[in-house]
């Protein structure tokens, strides 16, 4: 694991981005929103994606400097047809829009259609936080889900992030996926050669099971089987909420714009996986004065802080805490990365004639 | 187990409340909502609870004939101090507010502290969505269950309830608790001298239980441990969701309105847990045409109901499906009750002198 100082990482990145064509804010933003996810220790869903990248711009998948189609407007709300643009800066760009409403009417809401995929959701919820709102972000993805008591995939892994301001520059993020867990978690163990835990996954047959790469397989060919909802298989662990949540997603983000859903969302050779989000902002003050209500909040996270932990365990936390102390490390220290990540986003620089920071 | 026709049971339902001192009003929307629970296959929260009810005012825990006090109101928000008023009719007017916000600005949404229970979430939601809009309802409850890795209960079983109207009078309604199991489930295993599932609770240490009756007398008398997240225990389950999802449904209801919190929730001689509720409508056509959201709902849930059923099973259904087959099947036959039911709520009525139906 190397450290890399976050501003050249993200200079890197944006200069790749614009040797692909972006444009200048297109590059810059999509930058920002990749290297934040490395710095909260969210590698997944970092610069690791970057290849994914430069192959969907150089496909013609992602669009560069495509503008998005308004389908609808009102003061509080926006639809937008993205028509394949880059997923990360159209993102962000339209969560300023959602702000822009909510500071102006109270409350915004934007759904998109036809976009691609966006980052760590959290990013965008957070945006609208530190303005002093509540701030909402979601986006469905490729069907890898299996409804309880059913065998195909039928939704994707559909994360769901709302964030919350608090007193002490501390914020509330949840930013969780509507699956018990992700592909990348399955891959994980495959990498290992371990079993998967029973309640992550289901076979073909829509039962459960702990063979990693079987199930990478028939997920791949679409043979059926794949990931259950949070919650698990059947109904003991109560896997039909998650399974709720999940469709939740595809409506806010799909049946709202009109977009791609459920089982019908999957990349092919023609065409990206044409991705909805969903983006909000409510304003604080439409209920309570903002100080008393961070005030509280602090002392609902002062109240987990000083709860009593589990034995053999050392600390509870709250919903963002471990991203946002990852970040502060890696604002002082650069961005960690994997030696592994390091040497394959080098060669994408190589190709493209970028030179990698301290190289 | 015996039906009783739906009317006959609201209408003794409601001279009950009215009996116990309430207003035509409240008595009349209490019943509605207490009987549609029991429609739906809900007995838990059906008119089993209305020795709850009818205790509560007698002791004057909860308050009839009380008017909220507005704490903030904008054009699409408002704030409510329930002032201990009965939780049922309370919370059917206060959806009714927020419809009427979301009619005339799009948008409305309510948070109110200071209440009483509430029934089910679900009836507020579909309120909502019979409108053509999206429906929110959600309370926090008496605190029971434990965060990941901690080993006191900071949060209740917190329901969230979101309605979506589908094409061919159908309805979306995902109803759920963010505690993997209620204390119902808990009892229902003790009553029978089962074991509980691993995942489902924790003991006063914080690790996980099957033991039931110890587990129920640890939570009555606060002595730690408690029912676990949505996704189980620790982090393999990813039981910080349901956790996350939790605080997110305290944050909208109690930190929104100043009420009662997290571990703070708790019934005691004085007072009720003072619970506090959140409500929300969203008008569809902000962002599309009615008629095709409607329609393209259908087609999502007609996939869901025509893809392929896991080994062993027999039916894949969406959220609100059993619950609404359920009710359709109650209005035709009558709502079913258990003997015990039957019997207790008898009990009610004779002290006040209220006939029970077909007596």
């Known amino acids: 694991m190397i450290r890399i100082h976050r501003g050249d990482l993200e200079l890197y990145c944006c200069n790749v981005f614009l040797a692909l064509g972006l444009s200048q804010k297109e590059a810059e933003d999509s930058s920002q929103i990749l290297v934040s996810a490395d ?49 990360l800066s159209l993102s962000k760009e339209t969560m300023g829009s959602v702000i822009a409403m909510a500071d102006n009417h109270g409350i915004g809401f934007a759904s998109v259609r036809n976009s691609n995929h966006f980052g760590i959701a959290g990013f965008y919820s957070e945006m609208a936080a530190r303005k002093d709102m509540i701030g909402i972000s979601m986006t469905n993805t490729a069907a890898l889900g299996v409804p309880t008591f059913a065998r195909d995939a039928m939704f994707g892994t559909n994360p769901i992030a709302v964030s919350v301001p608090v007193s002490g520059d501390r914020m509330f993020t949840l930013d969780m996926a509507t699956t018990c867990v992700t592909r990348g978690k399955i891959e994980a163990y495959e990498l290992e050669g371990k079993s998967i835990p029973s309640g992550w996954a289901v076979n073909s047959f829509g039962v459960g099971t702990n063979d990693a790469s079987r199930l990478l397989e028939d997920m791949l060919f679409q043979r059926g089987g794949g990931l259950l909802p949070l919650g698990g298989e059947g109904e003991d662990f109560s896997g039909y909420k998650g399974y709720g949540l999940a469709m939740l997603v595809d409506i806010l983000t799909a049946q709202l714009s009109g977009g ?20 909000g902002a409510i304003r604080l003050d439409l209920f309570r004065d903002v100080c008393d209500f961070k005030k509280d909040m602090g002392r609902m996270l002062d109240d987990i802080a ?54």
């Open 306 to 359: 000083t709860s009593r932990v589990a034995q053999g365990e050392n600390k509870v936390w709250y919903a963002g805490q471990k991203e946002h102390e990852s970040e502060e490390e890696s604002n002082r220290l650069g961005v960690p990365l994997s030696d592994k990540i390091v040497e394959k986003i080098k060669e994408i620089g190589k190709d493209l004639h970028v030179a990698f920071p301290e190289d």
């Open 39 to 87: 710095a909260r220790g969210i590698a997944s869903h970092g610069i690791a994606r970057l290849w994914r990248y430069a192959n969907g711009i150089k496909g013609g998948i992602m669009q560069a400097g495509i503008r998005p189609l308004v389908l609808r407007q009102t003061p509080q709300s926006l639809v937008l047809d993205a028509q394949g643009a880059m997923g």
């Open 260 to 279: 791609v859903f459920g089982k019908h969302v999957m990349d092919s050779q023609q065409t990206s996986a044409r991705v909805c989000h969903f983006f």
